[in-house]
């Protein structure tokens, strides 16, 4: 079941309108059907995914007759277009692209309450080596969300938790991700997809949870899915405290960022060891420090950031990798 019947299915009036218009693809279907049925103007693109995406692939942006044409030269994607299936979305302008991440917790009377942690800036960018174009180059909890899209968050977030646990039983950490749309002098939340599933930035999350002095939802996480009882998950939920007072403080809190190192296109092997705590001063990196993540419990400035780089060790061999081989963390008010 797509998220979109998830909600209407189970009735999320309020939730509706962070909805991106969408259809499922006809056999062999052209640019201008798909177009047609969603409404598109003549200036409009649409972005097409397939069922096995992430990181930016599997997902691509047209335009034209003549962008789709040059993308079932692909044969994944024209086996894909031939029998139907794609997922083709209205394109959504004047936004920003925000990971959230929440916890959703069992209360035993067949009811759920769900836990969140801060919405992330997520920076995307037009080229990296080793990443896709457009793709994610990282997280940042630095800055801290409006009210007003805090609110949207809060709300969404528990509505889809709650769909989620009513209609599958699950339970755990899930990762909606969201962009934020600019309309006219208000900030608009957008459901794009949601991962039910433990998430990459759930140890930045942790982080981010140790520096606001909180209970972290990854251990919410273990808890709700090791415990025997119901009595361990009763004990958690009294441990993290009231779900609005928690999510209230949680998503008006600042936090750590980390950026994505994307591997090489060719092989190398990796000359030096960069891993460990290092301070970032006018553009060059200096003092290396023996690996911690202390350096995450204080503010860094733009004239002196401590940072934490994760890298593979010398002598390893990268190249072509689709994930990312390595990450810099730091934490920083500017």
């Not at 006219?184 to 998430?199: I, M, S, Y």
């Not at 750590?256 to 990796?270: D, E, L, N, W």
Request: hydrophobic share 35%; glycine share 10%.
């Amino acid at each position: 079941m797509h998220l979109k019947e998830l909600i209407e299915s189970a009735a999320l009036q309020l939730a509706r309108h962070i909805l991106i218009p969408s259809i499922t693809s006809l056999p062999s279907e052209s640019f201008a059907e798909m177009s047609r049925r969603l409404s598109l103007g003549k200036e409009e693109a649409l972005f097409l995914q397939r069922d096995v995406s992430g990181g930016g692939e599997g997902t691509v942006r047209i335009q034209a007759q003549s962008q789709l044409d040059e993308l079932l030269k692909d044969a994944r994607w024209d086996a894909d277009h031939r029998k139907g299936g794609l997922k083709a979305s209205v394109e959504i302008k004047n936004a920003y692209p925000a990971n959230g991440s929440a916890c959703i917790v069992p209360q035993g009377n067949g009811e759920c309450v769900v836990y969140m942690d801060p919405l992330s800036f997520k920076p995307t960018t037009g080229y990296v080596v080793g990443m896709k174009d457009n793709s994610g180059i990282g997280n940042d909890w630095s800055v801290v969300w409006p009210k007003e899209v805090q609110a949207q968050y809060i709300h969404a977030t528990t509505l889809i938790g709650k769909a989620l646990y009513k209609k599958w039983g699950y339970t755990g950490i899930f990762g909606p991700d969201y962009l934020v749309e600019r309309v006219g002098d208000r900030l608009q939340l957008r459901l794009t997809e949601v991962n039910p599933r433990w998430q990459g930035t759930t140890p930045y999350q942790t982080y981010n949870a140790l520096i606001a002095d909180r209970l972290p939802l990854e251990l919410a996480h273990y808890v709700v899915k090791l415990a025997k009882s119901d009595k361990k998950v009763e004990r958690t939920i009294s441990l993290l405290g009231d779900v609005d007072k928690y999510n209230r403080h949680s998503v008006n809190s600042a936090g750590c960022f980390y950026i994505k190192i994307g591997a090489p296109k060719q092989s190398r092997q990796v000359l030096a060891d960069m891993n460990g705590s290092w301070l970032f001063n006018d553009g060059l990196l200096s003092g290396k420090d023996v690996f911690t993540y202390q350096h995450l419990l204080s503010k860094g400035t733009s004239a002196s950031l401590p940072v934490i780089i994760k890298v593979p060790h010398v002598g390893s061999v990268v190249g072509g990798e689709f994930a990312a081989i390595g990450y810099i963390i730091g934490r920083s008010d500017t």
